[in-house]
């Protein structure tokens, strides 16, 4: 079924919107809550509570991309529930992976609270990614918002895990450099 | 700005790049292993719905060949006779190691298929409960989430900490005003009262994460003695291309303490999700005060017992002698049936 459809069943209440977004976009959530959480049994939760927030945010939202809403919405269930102490002690899918890779940028500090609120950052990283190029952003988004492993990347992409790995570090270290350049605080 | 900012920050990127970036999707090979139900998966879910379980065990015998499950059942001689099973005579030999070429007969008791979660209205923000609108409170720095059960002022004890519940609609963050309690007989480290402000009803609220070190500690802390209650035993096995679900009914409680329970030096193991457990049988368990409602104890073929009491799975290990030994004497001295599920008078294959 097509997203307008299933939209249009959000906004007049009918449970067939559920059925119908976990058969399109169920897989998509799993890869996304697993991938952060290491857990198929914790991702699939991710997914019931995803689909919950949904149902309560559309009416009113008229989302542009409804993969992309669900997607987001199942990322931040998921990062918010790794953020309980076990979810890291058990290892936590790739997140712990990914959070050291990303040391190497930033600071580690936590005095800028409140943070993800800031629009400009938010531009201004949007720039950057729009600065990448189409193969080096896909790989850095798979890598940092979906959370998938180097082999994965290197298999969907069909290149090298070397490959993945060297574009990632030049990412980073180019990440460094626009943010410090921006003036945001890192 | 930290590590975790930055992730943050990048969940709220541009839609096309988040689908630009859509990794590809990979079917996985079924799991057949126990699937936990957890109190966030009820929340959209009024029903309460029975932990789906399938017993798979893969093994590669001498013969080269993989099997989906090796139906490791008792073989010594019954000590109960059935008149409406023959299950001596035809249950599968675990010695032979091999898949039996006669199948175990069981009796077929024919029940309807439930609805799926699927099928399931979902409410509305205003039609949610409490517990279910701010599903998620601190308590003492431990991190507790909302099942759908009340408990009656009778059974809430001492006053722990004024709280703040949170929850979501779509993306916003909601917050509540309650104050928590513990919960007569219960560990204040595995569950709470919360009393919302301006409501005289008490939810109750499960620590997900607490981690017994001993099976002892482990019913200590729930009072299962006096909180719990057993349902049917349920093992499954793979013949002819299909599963057999068979269920017994008639396992006496005191079995179940004796063969599972007693062990109270049973370490717990603190990597659950690190291990690939297969249940080979589960008793469905209840514990009313804390609204769970036919989840799961298993044994698993090499030694352990687990659950998913609290939301999440723990482990303990009992050893293997144990675990064989009872489910054999399940398989052995109680009536079994062949579940077969129907849907509008039509058998649903495994």
Redesign the interface.
């Given at each position: 079924m097509e997203d307008a459809q299933i939209i249009k069943l959000f906004s007049e209440r009918d449970e067939l919107a559920l059925k119908e977004t976990r058969l399109k976009y169920g897989g998509y959530c799993m890869i996304i809550a697993r991938n952060i959480l290491g857990s198929e049994e914790d991702a699939e939760e991710c997914i019931n509570d995803a689909l919950i927030r949904l149902w309560n945010a559309i009416p009113p939202h008229n989302p542009k991309s409804l993969q992309a809403m669900i997607g987001k919405i199942t990322r931040n269930i998921a990062l918010n529930r790794y953020d309980s102490s076990n979810a890291k002690k058990r290892g936590g899918g790739q997140t712990e992976l990914v959070l050291n890779e990303l040391t190497e940028c930033f600071a580690s500090t936590d005095n800028t609270r409140n943070i993800a609120d800031s629009l400009d950052i938010q531009k201004a990283i949007s720039r950057f990614l729009k600065s990448l190029k189409t193969q080096n952003r896909i790989i850095f988004m798979q890598r940092y918002w979906y959370l998938c492993s180097v082999k994965e990347i290197s298999q969907n992409l069909s290149v090298s895990e070397s490959k993945v790995k060297m574009t990632l570090m030049r990412i980073r270290g180019r990440l460094k450099e626009f943010l410090e350049k921006e003036g945001i605080d890192i | 700005?930290?590590?975790?900012?930055?992730?943050?920050?990048?969940?709220?990127?541009?839609?096309?790049?988040?689908?630009?970036?859509?990794?590809?999707?990979k079917p996985r090979k079924k799991?057949t292993h126990i699937?936990?139900l957890?109190a966030?998966?009820c929340?959209?879910?009024v029903i309460i719905t029975a932990v789906a379980f399938h017993t798979g065990i893969f093994y590669k015998p001498s013969d080269g060949n993989i099997y989906t499950q090796k139906p490791s059942v008792g073989t010594h001689e019954s000590n109960k006779t059935n008149s409406n099973t023959d299950k001596t005579d035809t249950k599968p030999n675990k010695d032979t190691d091999k898949i039996p070429e006669q199948s175990a007969k069981w009796p077929i008791k024919r029940v309807p298929a439930e609805s799926s979660?699927?099928?399931v209205?979902?409410p509305?923000?205003e039609d949610l409960t409490l517990a279910q609108k701010y599903p998620t409170v601190q308590i003492n720095d431990m991190?507790f989430s909302g099942q759908n059960a009340k408990l009656t002022k009778q059974t809430v004890g001492r006053e722990l900490a004024d709280v703040t519940a949170t929850g979501?609609?779509?993306?916003a963050e909601k917050k509540a005003d309650a104050t928590a309690y513990a919960v007569i007989g219960i560990d204040e480290r595995c569950a709470a009262a919360i009393k919302f402000d301006g409501s005289e009803e008490y939810y109750v609220y499960i620590n997900?994460?607490y981690?017994p070190s001993t099976l002892g500690e482990f019913t200590d802390a729930l009072s299962l003695e006096e909180n719990i209650e057993f349902g049917a035993a349920s093992y499954s096995y793979f013949e002819n291309g299909a599963y057999k679900n068979i269920e017994f009914n008639d396992l006496d409680d005191s079995v179940i303490w004796d063969m599972l329970l007693s062990d109270r030096d049973a370490k717990s193991i603190?990597?659950?999700?690190?291990h690939d457990f297969t249940a080979e049988m589960t008793v469905g368990v209840s514990i009313p005060l804390l609204g769970y409602e036919n989840i799961a104890l298993s044994v698993t073929e090499d030694g352990y017992l687990i659950t998913n009491i609290l939301n999440?799975?723990k482990a303990f290990f009992i050893g293997k002698e144990k675990t064989e030994k009872f489910t054999d004497y399940v398989i052995d001295n109680c009536t079994g049936y062949e579940i077969v599920y129907v849907s509008d008078g039509e058998e649903i294959p495994e």
């Amino acid at each position: 079924m097509e997203d307008a459809q299933i939209i249009k069943l959000f906004s007049e209440r009918d449970e067939l919107a559920l059925k119908e977004t976990r058969l399109k976009y169920g897989g998509y959530c799993m890869i996304i809550a697993r991938n952060i959480l290491g857990s198929e049994e914790d991702a699939e939760e991710c997914i019931n509570d995803a689909l919950i927030r949904l149902w309560n945010a559309i009416p009113p939202h008229n989302p542009k991309s409804l993969q992309a809403m669900i997607g987001k919405i199942t990322r931040n269930i998921a990062l918010n529930r790794y953020d309980s102490s076990n979810a890291k002690k058990r290892g936590g899918g790739q997140t712990e992976l990914v959070l050291n890779e990303l040391t190497e940028c930033f600071a580690s500090t936590d005095n800028t609270r409140n943070i993800a609120d800031s629009l400009d950052i938010q531009k201004a990283i949007s720039r950057f990614l729009k600065s990448l190029k189409t193969q080096n952003r896909i790989i850095f988004m798979q890598r940092y918002w979906y959370l998938c492993s180097v082999k994965e990347i290197s298999q969907n992409l069909s290149v090298s895990e070397s490959k993945v790995k060297m574009t990632l570090m030049r990412i980073r270290g180019r990440l460094k450099e626009f943010l410090e350049k921006e003036g945001i605080d890192i | 700005m930290n590590e975790k900012d930055f992730l943050k920050i990048l969940g709220k990127t541009d839609s096309k790049y988040i689908e630009e970036a859509s990794p590809t999707l990979k079917p996985r090979k079924k799991r057949t292993h126990i699937v936990w139900l957890s109190a966030a998966a009820c929340i959209g879910s009024v029903i309460i719905t029975a932990v789906a379980f399938h017993t798979g065990i893969f093994y590669k015998p001498s013969d080269g060949n993989i099997y989906t499950q090796k139906p490791s059942v008792g073989t010594h001689e019954s000590n109960k006779t059935n008149s409406n099973t023959d299950k001596t005579d035809t249950k599968p030999n675990k010695d032979t190691d091999k898949i039996p070429e006669q199948s175990a007969k069981w009796p077929i008791k024919r029940v309807p298929a439930e609805s799926s979660a699927e099928k399931v209205p979902v409410p509305k923000w205003e039609d949610l409960t409490l517990a279910q609108k701010y599903p998620t409170v601190q308590i003492n720095d431990m991190e507790f989430s909302g099942q759908n059960a009340k408990l009656t002022k009778q059974t809430v004890g001492r006053e722990l900490a004024d709280v703040t519940a949170t929850g979501f609609i779509g993306e916003a963050e909601k917050k509540a005003d309650a104050t928590a309690y513990a919960v007569i007989g219960i560990d204040e480290r595995c569950a709470a009262a919360i009393k919302f402000d301006g409501s005289e009803e008490y939810y109750v609220y499960i620590n997900s994460y607490y981690l017994p070190s001993t099976l002892g500690e482990f019913t200590d802390a729930l009072s299962l003695e006096e909180n719990i209650e057993f349902g049917a035993a349920s093992y499954s096995y793979f013949e002819n291309g299909a599963y057999k679900n068979i269920e017994f009914n008639d396992l006496d409680d005191s079995v179940i303490w004796d063969m599972l329970l007693s062990d109270r030096d049973a370490k717990s193991i603190d990597n659950y999700d690190s291990h690939d457990f297969t249940a080979e049988m589960t008793v469905g368990v209840s514990i009313p005060l804390l609204g769970y409602e036919n989840i799961a104890l298993s044994v698993t073929e090499d030694g352990y017992l687990i659950t998913n009491i609290l939301n999440t799975g723990k482990a303990f290990f009992i050893g293997k002698e144990k675990t064989e030994k009872f489910t054999d004497y399940v398989i052995d001295n109680c009536t079994g049936y062949e579940i077969v599920y129907v849907s509008d008078g039509e058998e649903i294959p495994e």
